[in-house]
């Protein structure tokens, strides 16, 4: 998977208090014009000064989830697009206002503040009459021009077309509420350290630190409100992290039936940012666990979560595909394969993963994901565990790539697994002690065994 952090879902207004609102803008409609070019949004967001960041992710955020809108209005305004600076700063006016009742400021705020950022940038000086025109006009005419693109596909859901008939396709009976969901901010979810605390003792500690949460899964508590981490008690000394409920069935699904105390040798092959190892070594503390990143600066991610959780594994930058880089001939007892993918099923908390993905994305993953499945599986002892997840809600990347498994390697069984986990609805398979989700993201989830011969 992806090396994506997860954001902190705070609403803009009760950030930005100490900066104009027009230079939030400038920064947004930056963020904005790189995702249109095809660059990562965490990317730009590390290079936003640090005062402005927390208001401009907030921001681009809601301007992400409301793109498809906001580019369909800007065609009913001017049918030929201004220079990519001017466009990215209209559309991010748009959809910011378009919806009165979503606006994070109110509509005519927003206006005069990005006019106001087109005339101080240079890039969009030029532009700011023809800015100030367009929203103007749009003030004036909202409902019939919010009408006129209603029927766009792409406006009424905020997601290219491909991806609403990829998710029709694979998802008849879900794929409205897939997409609804991708228009809501994420709930923070942690995951409570076994070793220091037992979930409900935790959550005493938070209901006497003012926060109230709800036990989800084995390990976890969804905060009703968001909050930055250094707020959570003992955060730093390792009590909890945070984690998406569904992220958290990878760990309890691989150690399924085998004795937690014993010194496994497991590998977790695409390892980055380490929030799954932490959780294998804290529900098998005595095991030997190699965990692996491509990625030598992702793998600096993985040394400093191990490190505040207090836990010990061993990290290379190495690619799983190349064991002959990496492995030592020992055969594992359980593989963890978190392989890369398209990351639809957290676009809720990445909404520029829909813009930056490509009809031809999941095609390509979906070889990379066979390729691994095939190197990795003579490592494994026979017996031993397989676990091959996803973050993707499509099925060229979950059922497709595991039946295609099966079908050539005649030593492998599929035992009960979630499948494709879609927010909302319950996992197919039960494997795991407690199924109680809450409100988590899309994943799949395949717990292959190695027959015996």
């Given at each position: 998977m992806p090396d994506l952090k997860q954001p902190i879902p705070l609403p803009a207004q009760s950030l930005a208090q100490s900066a104009p609102?027009?230079?939030l803008l400038q920064a947004t409609a930056s963020a904005v014009q790189a995702v249109r070019q095809g660059q990562s949004l965490t990317a730009q967001l590390d290079q936003v000064k640090p005062d402005l960041r927390p208001g401009v992710q907030a921001l681009s955020f809601q301007v992400l989830r409301q793109l498809g809108r906001a580019m369909a209005l800007r065609e009913q305004l001017a049918s030929k697009a201004p220079p990519p600076a001017a466009d990215a700063l209209l559309c991010s006016a748009l959809a910011l206002c378009w919806r009165e009742v979503d606006a994070p400021y109110p509509v005519h705020t927003l206006v005069n503040q990005a006019v106001e950022a087109a005339r101080q940038q240079r890039q969009t000086q030029a532009q700011s009459g023809f800015i100030n025109a367009c929203l103007r006009r749009f003030m004036r005419e909202r409902d019939h021009l919010v009408a006129l693109t209603d029927a766009d596909v792409q406006a009424r859901w905020n997601h290219p077309p491909w991806w609403v008939e990829r998710l029709q396709a694979d998802h008849p009976e879900h794929w409205q509420s897939l997409l609804a969901m991708a228009q809501q901010p994420a709930p923070m979810t942690l995951r409570v350290n076994r070793r220091h605390h037992e979930v409900h003792a935790y959550q005493t500690l938070l209901s006497e630190a003012g926060m109230t949460a709800s036990p989800v899964g084995q390990d976890g508590l969804q905060l009703r409100h968001a909050l930055p981490v250094h707020q959570l008690p003992g955060f730093a000394q390792g009590h909890v992290s945070v984690q998406d409920a569904a992220?958290?069935?990878?760990?309890?699904?691989?150690?399924?039936g085998m004795e937690t105390q014993k010194p496994w040798l497991i590998l977790d092959a695409c390892a980055a940012p380490g929030g799954k190892t932490g959780?294998?070594?804290?529900?098998?503390p005595h095991a030997e666990v190699l965990a692996l990143d491509v990625d030598a600066q992702r793998c600096q991610r993985i040394h400093q979560n191990l490190q505040r959780l207090g836990l010990v594994a061993e990290v290379k930058a190495a690619d799983a595909a190349k064991p002959e880089s990496w492995w030592d001939g020992r055969p594992f007892d359980a593989i963890l394969l978190d392989a890369p993918c398209t990351a639809s099923g957290i676009v809720r908390r990445h909404p520029d993963v829909r813009w930056l993905r490509r009809p031809t994305d999941s095609a390509q993953l979906s070889k990379v994901q066979a390729q691994l499945l095939k190197t990795l599986w003579p490592l494994l002892r026979q017996g031993g565990h397989l676990l091959y997840c996803t973050c993707s809600v499509f099925k060229a990347e979950g059922d497709e790539t595991v039946q295609a498994f099966l079908q050539r390697n005649t030593d492998a069984v599929l035992h009960p697994s979630p499948g494709h986990l879609i927010p909302g609805r319950l996992p197919k398979g039960r494997p795991v002690e407690d199924n109680?989700?809450?409100d988590h993201d899309g994943f799949y989830y395949a717990l292959l065994e190695k027959r015996q011969s």
């Amino acid at each position: 998977m992806p090396d994506l952090k997860q954001p902190i879902p705070l609403p803009a207004q009760s950030l930005a208090q100490s900066a104009p609102l027009w230079r939030l803008l400038q920064a947004t409609a930056s963020a904005v014009q790189a995702v249109r070019q095809g660059q990562s949004l965490t990317a730009q967001l590390d290079q936003v000064k640090p005062d402005l960041r927390p208001g401009v992710q907030a921001l681009s955020f809601q301007v992400l989830r409301q793109l498809g809108r906001a580019m369909a209005l800007r065609e009913q305004l001017a049918s030929k697009a201004p220079p990519p600076a001017a466009d990215a700063l209209l559309c991010s006016a748009l959809a910011l206002c378009w919806r009165e009742v979503d606006a994070p400021y109110p509509v005519h705020t927003l206006v005069n503040q990005a006019v106001e950022a087109a005339r101080q940038q240079r890039q969009t000086q030029a532009q700011s009459g023809f800015i100030n025109a367009c929203l103007r006009r749009f003030m004036r005419e909202r409902d019939h021009l919010v009408a006129l693109t209603d029927a766009d596909v792409q406006a009424r859901w905020n997601h290219p077309p491909w991806w609403v008939e990829r998710l029709q396709a694979d998802h008849p009976e879900h794929w409205q509420s897939l997409l609804a969901m991708a228009q809501q901010p994420a709930p923070m979810t942690l995951r409570v350290n076994r070793r220091h605390h037992e979930v409900h003792a935790y959550q005493t500690l938070l209901s006497e630190a003012g926060m109230t949460a709800s036990p989800v899964g084995q390990d976890g508590l969804q905060l009703r409100h968001a909050l930055p981490v250094h707020q959570l008690p003992g955060f730093a000394q390792g009590h909890v992290s945070v984690q998406d409920a569904a992220a958290q069935l990878a760990a309890p699904l691989l150690l399924h039936g085998m004795e937690t105390q014993k010194p496994w040798l497991i590998l977790d092959a695409c390892a980055a940012p380490g929030g799954k190892t932490g959780h294998l070594l804290e529900l098998c503390p005595h095991a030997e666990v190699l965990a692996l990143d491509v990625d030598a600066q992702r793998c600096q991610r993985i040394h400093q979560n191990l490190q505040r959780l207090g836990l010990v594994a061993e990290v290379k930058a190495a690619d799983a595909a190349k064991p002959e880089s990496w492995w030592d001939g020992r055969p594992f007892d359980a593989i963890l394969l978190d392989a890369p993918c398209t990351a639809s099923g957290i676009v809720r908390r990445h909404p520029d993963v829909r813009w930056l993905r490509r009809p031809t994305d999941s095609a390509q993953l979906s070889k990379v994901q066979a390729q691994l499945l095939k190197t990795l599986w003579p490592l494994l002892r026979q017996g031993g565990h397989l676990l091959y997840c996803t973050c993707s809600v499509f099925k060229a990347e979950g059922d497709e790539t595991v039946q295609a498994f099966l079908q050539r390697n005649t030593d492998a069984v599929l035992h009960p697994s979630p499948g494709h986990l879609i927010p909302g609805r319950l996992p197919k398979g039960r494997p795991v002690e407690d199924n109680r989700l809450g409100d988590h993201d899309g994943f799949y989830y395949a717990l292959l065994e190695k027959r015996q011969s």
